[in-house]
């Protein structure tokens, strides 16, 4: 029976079969509202896994058996877990004790019997990005309406903190609530519209060790401040924003800062004035400085009126060219945030070589757990294998350590949650939130063990589960792949909407997004012979990617042109390597589907339901994206499938 109208996802703690001493008492000393969090969160779970509330002591004696919460002011976000003559000791920074405690549950629920660990965040900053529109709706958002807006109004209830509770138990430290896109009434954040309840909403935050970030809009001085310009070298323009933000965090304190979206599709920016976006971004650095804020500045900037006739501007070069020059200009409060690929979240990108362009500037991965472009959380589709590679990309920048994840401050990926009762709409689609988190503290952690925690501590540790749900998982990127566009070219989805195939949706639009597919070949030459994108990258990157034989093959059609009759390393022919994949993506999906129904009896029936609908739905997708590729690149090419198999 539901009693509430969300689910409590991977916190639903299932009772545990192996009796531990010290789960009948929680010994704590101080009072520190985090350290509280830690308590109240422990006992609720010990009671669940155990069906015996646990005492709660808070006292300096610490007798056995118990585990004891203690706090040292230092650890920050670390913390160690030890187990020694009977008492269990969980010790970090307020927010460490708080991820030990949540990775003591973790040990419990997957059977993990060493109490022993020491760790450290891989990543400061590891935060959500929120599309969420002040009207409740969410663009690219999958799983419902927003649970922070609904006709203009900031929503504070049981949800905000449930949310929190899901973020920091994974080990998420950040959130911006609001779209990137910022019009109409969210330019109003920043104003006493809405300051109580985002103060309510930053507390909430802070008991998990959470920050609030908001977007903001550069042309909030035009307005909702009664200026004319919002041109950053103004000195009334730096004015206002020095004293809108004293007034912000005199209001919101807890406030972490700001993420900007500039001058990119159709958003105001610096350019608009002529100035250059470290200008834009140092003036709402030098305005959040006092107060300890930061501003996230993305570097999503690109030209989305391009003429498809013009075969010389390449999109993908638009992130480098924009921001390498302007290494070494901005304000150490300012990160620059980098989408994972030059383009835009498709299911196969190269990394962007921007990450292997700045030395100077702070920057963040910017990762899409919203799988705008990879099934809409209608397909099953585990990022985590795919985050994984990004963040061990080399990036050959002179550093000693220079792969993405050695260069970067920090990772935000863009939030797959909305209203709905599993909170992603998809039930799986929980292992890409819950994976990001882990990820991010954790970059050590294989794709597969944090699939293996996630699904034990959701469905339990039944061994067909576990089997099945991981081997669904981690095929399910690659098998995404093999539907989709072929080969890293990308953009064949359905144009504005992104669910479902239209090889030829983007190609004759204004996105720069094509793959220039005739008779005879496919694909865009990124080489220096071509658009010169290769040459954004590090040696021996450049090299690589130019030459054929070595740029590996997944992204053969991103960085070059080639006939269909070009045959792939292992000697099939570009055009049978499509129909190929193609039909091997249905194949994969049935088998989901057949791992699927093998835990019927195994799984709550809704929840068993509820992914059963999902999986037909990615079927019956499959199989258009198939038929319609597969026909396309037939009537394009008239080579026919050597294996006989029915084009239309
Ligand atoms: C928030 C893509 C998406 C847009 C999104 C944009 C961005 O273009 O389709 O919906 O806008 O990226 O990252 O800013």
Known sequence: MKTENFSQAWLCYGKIDRHEDFTDRIVYSGKSVRLLTSVRELSAAFKAMTGKAPETVNSEKVNTPCVFLKEEAESGEAYTIKLKGGILTVAGGPS????????LIRKLACGDTDYNEAKQPSQPIRMLNHWDNMDGSIERG??????????????????????????????????AINNVNVKGA??????????????????????????????LNFA??????????????????????????????????????????????????????????????????????????????????????????????????????????????????VYLQIKNGPVDFQVREPVSPLFGRLIKAKCLLELQIAQEYTGQQRHVCYLIPWF???????????????????VIGGIAAVSNTGDDYNWTG????????????????????????????????????????????????????????????????????????????????YEYDRWGTYHRADHVSIGVDRTPSGTGYT???????????????????????????????????GGKTLIQHIYDTHFEGVEDVEEFISLWRELRELIEPEAYLRVCARLEGQLESAREWCDVINSYFWRKTLIPDEKGRMLY
């Open 96 to 103: 460490g004790v708080l991820y030990g405690v949540f990775a």
């Open 388 to 406: 994984k590679e990004i963040l061990g990309f080399k990036t050959y920048n002179r550093r000693d350590k220079d792969t993405v994840a050695d």
């Open 220 to 333: 909030a001085p035009v307005e909702i401040g009664g200026l004319e310009t919002a041109d950053p070298l103004e000195e009334s323009v730096s004015r206002w924003w020095a004293e809108k933000m004293a007034e912000v965090f005199s209001e919101i304190p807890l406030l972490g800062g700001f993420v900007v979206k500039a001058d990119s599709e159709g958003r105001p920016g610096p350019f608009t004035y002529n100035r250059t976006h470290a200008d834009g971004a140092n003036l709402l650095a030098a305005a959040v400085r006092p107060y300890g804020g930061i501003i996230i500045w993305r570097c999503f900037i690109y030209d989305c009126r391009q003429d498809w006739r013009d075969t010389k501007t390449d999109r993908a070069r638009a992130a480098c060219d924009s921001f390498a020059p302007l290494d070494g200009l901005f304000n150490d409060n």
């Open 535 to 569: 040459e954004q990258y590090n040696q021996p990157l450049n090299l690589i990617y130019s030459d054929i034989s070595t740029c590996p093959e997944e992204l053969l059609l991103f960085f070059h042109r080639l006939p269909y009759t070009y045959r792939l390393s």
């Open 426 to 505: 998809h039930d799986l689609a929980a292992a890409n939130l819950y994976g990001f988190g882990r990820l991010s503290y954790d970059s050590t952690l294989s794709s597969e063990d944090i699939a293996r925690e996630w699904t034990a501590l959701t469905y339990g540790r039944n061994e067909k589960v576990t089997d099945n749900i991981i081997t669904i998982l981690m095929k399910s990127w690659p098998v995404y792949e093999k539907y989709n566009a072929p080969l890293g070219i990308g953009w064949m989805c359905t144009p504005g909407y992104h669910y479902g195939p239209s090889p030829d949706g």
């Open 186 to 215: 969210a330019t109003r954040l920043i104003t006493t519209d809405y300051y109580d309840r985002l103060r309510e909403i930053a507390g909430i935050f802070d008991d998990y060790g959470i920050k609030l970030y908001l977007s």
């Open 142 to 175: 999958y799983s419902g309406n927003s649970f922070f807006f609904r006709n203009d109004e900031v929503l504070v209830d049981e949800r905000t903190r449930a949310y929190a509770r899901l973020l920091a138990s994974c080990g998420i430290n950040g959130a």
